[in-house]
């Protein structure tokens, strides 16, 4: 599985980004996607997730009521829209592919088997 993160850049705070996760070699439809994010110094955390059937997804409490994942099989594709940005959301973004899920391991690093190269998202006050 290769996966490819696009999308990122620099935004105001309020401001609203989408992130792409497409995704290559095996369909994204036959395993859990998730976001993550890292900040120098600091160990990659999990931000939200969707399960292959696109029926579930899991977002970390401090995102939750502004971001929005979501899939679209038919581009191999999962999108993370984020909207009422802060400057805490400043980091580097990845995107992860998780091919042997099962329930809480979607917001576990060690869970998942291919990353992508990440994509950065800078909020300014």
């Known amino acids: 599985v290769q996966l490819q993160a696009s999308g990122g850049g620099l935004v105001q705070a309020g401001g609203s980004l989408r992130l792409s996760c497409a995704a290559s070699g095996r369909a994204s439809s036959t395993y859990t996607t998730g976001w993550f994010r890292q900040t120098p110094g600091k160990e990659r955390e999990f931000v939200a997730a969707?399960?292959?059937?696109?029926?579930?997804?899991y977002y970390r409490d401090s995102v939750k009521d502004r971001f929005t994942i979501s899939r679209d099989n038919s581009k191999n594709t999962v999108y993370l829209q984020m909207n009422s940005l802060k400057p805490e959301d400043t980091a580097r973004y990845y995107c992860?592919?998780?091919?042997?899920?099962?329930?809480?391991?979607?917001?576990?690093?060690?869970?998942?088997?291919?990353w992508g190269q990440g994509t950065q998202v800078t909020v300014s006050s």
């Open positions: 969707i399960s292959f059937t696109g029926d579930t997804t």
């Open positions: 992860g592919a998780d091919l042997f899920g099962y329930s809480g391991s979607e917001r576990l690093i060690s869970e998942y088997d291919f």
